[in-house]
């Protein structure tokens, strides 16, 4: 074969390298320029290693500018046409490149040599092997690592795992391990007793001489503490007197005795007992007594009910040594027995407060369940109270009972009282409905039960919550609890785990310290003045507003002198204050009624009269002028029935200021109220149009910029008295119920041989009918606007508006699932599938699927529900699961085509949960046999007819 020529490179042309790097090496001689030839010399050692390294040199060039993907594919080529020994070369060099320093060797040894590994570790070291990655957590708990452990302590598996099941063992021995009780040593040889001697058990002799043992050397305590203090209080030598109120030593034998006595008596299973302020026992001195007798201390008990407008303030101001209960109105009277056993400790509570939304014939103590005169001997309303007043001091220690609701200004409600003491056997104690305003009955005064002198002059609620903080309360309740409201939805999901008494405190504390209520918190008197004062002001055209203000007030000043030398008589709460001769107060109550109806009705008419000036008159004006902020239509709509009202309750006001002007002992008002109550009618329509003035209001303010800025402009001036459109709307309403509190304080305080007691009755029965109206109003659309957030917030929920449904209680729970329902509920252990949300209607409960969406660096969260179910009342039944070591406060619900296991967090939510669906589902089924049986009336009264005829 005849060799090529080396003139130059083959099958490369010398054009085709002008781009390139290449350079021809000079005197190399021609068997050197073959370095792009694809000839190799086989015979040539010399020229073919050298054409070798030159065609390597060249690859490499090649493959520093190939991308990944081509190196890779370059590799997988060459590992393809490669040997085995050409393989295990490259293995071995890149394990000497590439050194393996980590390996697991769960995945490198077999199973079961790291099961044998594995089973040298404790307990706690598995748990946190478990913890490293995915592939050991399932190696550490095979059931063979923690059978023998559990076998090995008596811990046998209730049932068998199925074949799918994973970590049986290990749960168990969880289980049984979180449920031990731990004894010490010495414990357990007291208990048991040691090898070298076995315990034979306490026997009841050895059990009383302990007890008298220690009875005695507590004796032997306090008695050399009295011993101590006998010494530190001594007199000087050689004085013979003994002033009033020295201890000597029969004297605090006696106390000691006395208070040893009381102790037996009030602990059964011991002597003494710790006291709750940590101190060494319960016999503390009695600051009232003079001969310096030991007694038990006992605190005030407040029960505090949600439902109380911004009971966040009141929180804030509970003075010291007041025990406060705050229970949820949505909950049972079991559910607040509980609470209240759990915050008196068994500790006596001198008297007991409460403070939750009522009238002057009822209180509303939850939120299906009000306390009235006809409701008080029902079984579960008997059993709450003779249960409450065994953690009261008897009447004869200075026991009692106070209620912060008007029940004194009625008939019926002083007949509640009085039961209510009979039936508990303490002194009962209400306000008796003298003054107007949302809760300011109870700062007024107080029933005749008051008691003590020192109680006449001061409000009993004072007892339990200091006066700034509660002034400030009764006066700007209904206000703040707007501020409130937007507070706690704020704050809610941050202090879901925290209680609802810490939450309300919290709140409390920040509007009394920053926004300093105190400070804007004025006398009654002074606030009716400036209030007269700047409206006078503004009906004026002055040009030196200052100095008419100081004349007025100078006048204003004058003419209350005046009034108090004559002997008229003052206001019902400068009275209440300031008046020391108490039967005199008792005996012209009637009097200072009147004056504070014809009071309060001057401002309520100055009030509407308002609306009328401030809104309706500039309106009407700029409309009449073609520049109109709102069309006829929409100001008939907002303002016609306020007209009415102003012109009835002027005549009305007239009338009341002519009868106060003549009042003697046999003057009338009720046929001026009976007068009134006749042109009702007009109050019905402004009640029933209410709602849609509102909502015109609303689009208006949002479809008309000019009609937004005439209220930003209009509100909360002195003109409109600082409250705003929808408040002075609001008046009405709680005018209404004003009417109702004090014709119930003047009939009781009317004789029934008086003339004026008829109409008086007559008016009183028009004004609760009209009172039940406006509740029945309010209930509607609150429940309408609750259903239709619901139907928003729920993804996928069906129409919720049918018939009279009505949102009874909400609760959040977790869905558990058994794994075999074979086992007994006993033995059964749950696991978590999700969270669910119960929502309670009258006739349904719906079930959906909850998620907790938590928002990135703060500890707040939001929770979104998806439809899951939803059961028929009369096709629901319940069934608690029994508190064991592998489930807590868990409950089924059943239906008939599936079952749902529920837990909730706490024991307290699951009872108040259960008892308002048991009460649901009676509900419920009561009115489906109502139905039936009027069903079948009908039918038989249509075949008796279809006979006849």
């Known amino acids: ?557 004058n003419e209350e002198t005046h009034r108090t030398n004559t002997g008229e008589d003052p206001s019902p709460a400068v009275r209440c204050v300031n008046t020391s001769d108490y039967s005199q107060i008792v005996l012209d109550r009637r009097h200072s009624v009147v004056q504070e109806l014809h009071h309060s009705e001057c401002l309520y008419v100055r009030r509407l009269s308002s609306i009328l000036k401030v809104y309706q008159e500039p309106l009407s004006a700029a409309l009449n002028s073609n520049r109109a902020i709102l069309s006829y239509t929409d100001i008939q709509i907002i303002f016609s029935p306020v007209t009415g009202l102003v012109q009835l309750n002027r005549v009305f006001q007239a009338d009341l200021q002519v009868r106060l002007q003549q009042w003697g002992v046999e003057q009338c008002v009720g046929d001026v109220f009976v007068k009134f109550c006749s042109n009702l009618s007009i109050y019905t329509n402004y009640l029933n149009n209410y709602s849609t003035a509102l909502r015109t209001i609303d689009k208006c303010r949002e479809a008309k910029p000019a009609f937004r800025a005439f209220l930003k402009r209009m509100d909360r001036t002195l003109s409109s008295h600082m409250l705003s459109l929808q408040e002075l709307l609001l008046c009405p309403a709680w005018r209404i119920q004003e009417y109702v509190t004090l014709l119930q304080a003047l009939c009781v305080n009317t004789q029934p041989h008086h003339p004026d007691h008829a109409h008086l009755s007559s008016a009183l029965n028009t004004m609760q009918e009209l009172r039940l109206f406006i509740q029945k109003l309010k209930r509607n659309l609150e429940a309408d606007r609750v259903l239709e957030e619901m139907q928003q917030m729920v993804l996928g929920c069906p129409s919720l508006r049918e018939g009279s449904r009505r949102l009874v209680i909400t609760q959040e729970a977790t869905l558990l699932r058994c794994p075999d329902g074979q086992i007994p509920d006993s033995l059964k252990i749950y696991e978590q599938v999700g969270d669910v949300g119960l929502f309670l209607f009258n006739d349904a409960l719906m079930l959906t699927r909850r998620k907790v969406h938590h928002t990135p660096f703060t500890v707040s969260h939001r929770s979104t529900h998806t439809f899951l179910a939803s059961v028929a009342l009369t096709s629901l039944s319940i069934r608690e699961i029994t508190h064991t070591r592998y489930v807590h406060h868990a409950f089924i619900l059943e239906s008939p085509s599936r079952s749902w296991v529920c837990a909730t967090e706490r024991g307290g939510e699951r009872e108040c949960f259960l008892s308002a669906l048991r009460l649901a589902v009676k509900s419920a089924l009561r009115r489906t046999s109502v139905k039936v049986d009027t069903d079948k009336r009908r039918t038989l009264v249509t075949d008796a007819n279809e006979r006849i005829l």
Request: net charge neutral; hydrophobic share 35%.
């Open 1 to 557: 074969m005849a060799t090529a020529p080396f003139s130059a490179p083959h099958s490369v042309k010398l054009w085709q390298l002008n781009g390139t790097d290449y350079q021809p090496q000079r005197g190399l001689g021609v068997r050197t320029e073959t370095r792009f030839s694809t000839w190799t010399p086989l015979n040539h050692q010399q020229s073919n290693l050298q054409l070798f390294e030159e065609r390597v040199t060249l690859v490499q060039r090649w493959f520093d500018l190939w991308t990944d993907s081509q190196r890779k594919h370059l590799l997988d080529s060459l590992f393809s046409r490669c040997s085995k020994s050409q393989l295990k070369f490259c293995r071995d060099r890149l394990v000497e490149m590439v050194p393996v320093t980590r390996v697991d060797f769960t995945a490198v040894l077999p199973r079961f040599l790291s099961l044998q590994i594995m089973s040298f570790l404790s307990p706690m070291d598995l748990c946190r092997t478990a913890q490293v990655s995915w592939h050991w957590r399932v190696v550490s708990e095979q059931d063979c690592l923690w059978a023998g452990r559990c076998i090995r302590r008596g811990w046998f598996l209730p049932y068998t795992p199925g074949g799918k099941e994973f970590g049986a063992w290990k749960n168990h021995y969880v289980s049984c391990v979180s449920t031990l009780d731990w004894l010490t040593p010495r414990e357990a040889s007291e208990l048991y007793g040691t090898l070298n001697r076995p315990s034979l058990g306490v026997t009841e002799e050895e059990e009383e001489r302990r007890k008298e043992k220690r009875i005695r050397q507590r004796i032997r305590d306090v008695l050399q503490e009295e011993k101590r203090s006998l010494m530190r209080n001594r007199r000087p030598w050689g004085s013979n007197t003994t002033s009033e109120g020295a201890r000597g030593p029969g004297r605090s034998k006696v106390s000691f005795w006395s208070s040893l006595t009381w102790q037996s008596k009030t602990d059964e299973s011991s002597s003494f007992s710790p006291s709750p302020d940590g101190g060494q026992g319960s016999l503390q001195k009695s600051a009232g007594t003079s001969d310096g007798a030991w007694e038990p201390s006992a605190a005030l008990l407040l029960l505090v009910s949600s439902r109380i407008p911004a009971y966040e303030l009141v929180l804030s101001g509970v003075k010291a040594g007041v025990t406060v209960v705050l229970y949820d109105h949505r909950g049972t009277l079991s559910a607040l027995l509980l609470q209240v056993e759990g915050a008196v400790s068994g500790q006596p509570a001198q008297r007991v407060g409460l403070l939750a939304p009522g009238g002057t014939e009822e209180v509303y103590l939850l939120q299906d369940c009000s306390l009235s005169e006809r409701t008080l001997l029902t079984p579960g309303h008997r059993d709450f109270w003779e249960r409450l007043c065994t953690w009261v001091l008897p009447t004869r220690e200075g026991g009692g009972m106070d209620i912060f609701c008007p029940l004194a200004a009625s008939a019926s409600g002083a007949a509640l009282l009085q039961n209510l003491s009979t039936l508990t056997c303490l002194e009962v104690r209400a306000p008796l409905g003298l003054a107007t305003g949302s809760f300011q009955n109870i700062l007024s005064e107080w029933s005749s039960g008051a008691g003590l002198e020192g109680q006449q002059r001061a409000a009993p609620a004072l007892q339990y919550v200091s006066d700034g903080v509660l002034q400030a309360w009764c006066r700007q309740a209904e206000w703040m609890e707007q501020v409130l409201e937007e507070l706690r939805r704020t704050l809610e999901s941050q202090l879901r785990q925290t209680s609802l008494q810490a939450r309300g405190r919290a709140l409390g504390h920040f509007l009394w310290e920053e926004i300093r209520l105190d400070k804007i918190c004025v006398s009654k008197e002074l606030s009716d003045a400036l209030t007269e004062g700047l409206t006078a002001l503004t009906e004026q055209e002055e040009t030196r507003p200052v100095e008419f203000l100081s004349n007025f007030l100078l006048t204003w000043r």
